[in-house]
């Protein structure tokens, strides 16, 4: 993994600060590094961002109930595929009240990749990730985790409602949007979000401002309406209405 520890990106800063409970303790994040250094690296990272980060060498802590007294926000795995250790490891974090776990392959084949996220961690990415990265998505990870469980939506809410059979976006009024290709992939990614947030690497790098401006342009001519999505500072963009797939 490349870390740039002389980079400081001032959006970042802003971005990190929800990471912080409300005493201004920062939160606690158990690092686990198998049998590499790089660890020390991006554990330095999170915690000028904001974390306070707890190092080890092994699963072996895991078997307490809270390693070292700490209650951990995130675990963050940093290994080689495959690994034994690794594996085990992810099969004891698979339950609802684990910390979620994100896993930092430096190797691998595709297959073993797929494997670690079949056997129940939360999110992988690989060693040519960007830190800023890493952090991005651990902040999504632990907003996912600490929201509460929404209701059953109610049929009766207004809502968009994408039909991809049909490559159509209707909108709340029913006014029908005919989407292209690009159209279609953008509101896919929204809809396959649960909490409809989009990061720039959920979407073909440098191409998604471009695509939600040309769909809001498509929509207010189309049906005289806009179409929710934000831009959240520092973390992505947000489709801020009920979207179901019809």
């Known amino acids: 993994m490349h870390i740039d520890t002389g980079r400081r990106d001032e959006r970042h800063e802003i971005a990190t600060t929800s990471l912080h409970v409300g005493t201004g303790r920062a939160r606690a994040l158990l690092l686990i590094g198998l049998n590499d250094n790089e660890h020390h690296e991006l554990g330095g990272y999170l915690e000028r961002q904001g974390f306070h980060v707890i190092r080890v060498g092994s699963t072996s802590c895991l078997h307490d109930d809270e390693p070292q007294g700490e209650k951990f926000e995130a675990i963050v795995l940093i290994v080689r595929l495959p690994d034994a250790e690794a594996l085990a490891a992810i099969r004891q974090l698979n339950s609802s009240d684990a910390p979620p776990l994100l896993v930092v392959a430096l190797e691998g084949e595709t297959v073993e990749r797929v494997l670690v996220l079949e056997m129940g961690a939360d999110d992988l990415v690989g060693r040519e990730t960007e830190p800023r990265e890493v952090l991005a998505r651990l902040h999504r990870l632990i907003r996912r985790r600490s929201e509460p469980i929404a209701p ?65 342009r498509k929509v207010m001519a189309d049906a005289g309406v806009a179409l929710p999505i934000h831009n959240v500072w520092g973390q992505g963009y947000c489709f801020s209405a009920n979207l179901v797939q019809a």
């Open 152 to 216: 059953a939506r109610r049929a009766e809410v207004h809502n968009w409602a994408l039909k991809p059979s049909q490559r159509k976006l209707i909108t709340p009024s029913g006014h029908s949007i005919k989407l292209t290709a690009r159209d279609q992939a953008l509101m896919n990614a929204f809809s396959d979000n649960t909490d409809g947030l989009l990061l720039d690497w959920d979407y073909p790098r440098g191409h998604i401002r471009t695509a939600i401006s040309r769909l809001k």
